[in-house]
């Protein structure tokens, strides 16, 4: 049964917490980094969630930053009216619940920018080096459409590779999934490609497209 409390924070001595033993949420070095630089750059915005004993139901990476960061004293909330039941759903769901939400990339792409504009570390936003690259963001710059397509930062000739890039008749389009997302849409394309004799994804898409009513296929061009 639902019970209603009034959030109270205060401060505990860290030592005195006491991890669930059953945790199955796993937090790598890496993480526990970026918390930990999360928490010195913004404080503590998100106090640790504890039962009536002590024990940790949510906030376990945030305590293992606050060791790293050898602080003796955490914020807690205490959620004492939980049942067992409710006390170990909840450890699931705190950190089930964030990860079924969806990014507009449009506007991920547009805040990324304006925080590079004000020259934010955006290590410290949670995105690593793979994921800023794959919005277009490379070593914390905005990697332009020349840079991306002729491999200037590659330190390769912009001028030659341009002019080969326009003279061929092969472009290429990069699609971006979530991690989550990415597995599936690999094996519907393996499996949609087998069903219906395709060899590439390339195909796939085509095929997809003029399945669909749109005339997409290789033209040959005019000539004056």
């Known amino acids: 049964m639902a019970t209603e409390t009034t959030p109270q924070i205060t401060l505990a001595k860290l030592d005195d917490l006491i991890p669930y033993a059953n945790n199955a949420r796993v937090h790598s070095d890496e993480q526990i980094a970026q918390i930990a630089a999360s928490i ?3 404080g503590w915005t998100n106090p640790i969630l504890v039962d009536g004993d002590n024990g940790i139901i949510a906030g376990h990476g945030r305590v293992q930053a606050a060791r790293k960061l050898k602080q003796e004293y955490v914020p807690v909330i205490e959620l004492n009216g939980l049942s067992e039941a409710q006390r170990r759903a909840y450890i699931l769901a705190d950190n089930r619940l ?3 939400a969806d ?3 449009g506007i991920l792409e547009i805040e990324i920018a304006n ?3 004000l020259d934010f570390d955006l290590n410290l936003t949670g995105f690593d080096a793979t994921d800023l690259d794959n919005l277009g963001f490379v070593s914390g710059e905005v990697q332009d459409f020349e840079s991306e397509v002729y491999g ?3 330190g390769n000739d912009p001028a030659a590779l341009k002019e080969s890039y326009e003279s061929s008749s092969i472009r290429q389009m990069v699609l971006v999934f ?3 997302e990415f597995t599936t849409v690999v094996e519907a394309m393996g499996n949609y490609a087998e069903d219906n004799s395709l060899s590439n994804n390339t195909e796939v898409v085509k095929h997809l497209l003029e399945s669909n009513g749109y005339a997409i296929s290789e033209r040959q061009t005019e000539e004056d």
Do not use: G, S, T, Y
């Open 115 to 117: 925080l590079q504009d």
């Open 40 to 42: 010195k750059e913004f």
């Open 152 to 154: 200037i930062a590659n």
């Open 103 to 105: 990014w507009d990339f």
């Open 178 to 180: 979530m991690a989550d």
């Open 98 to 100: 964030a990860q079924n």
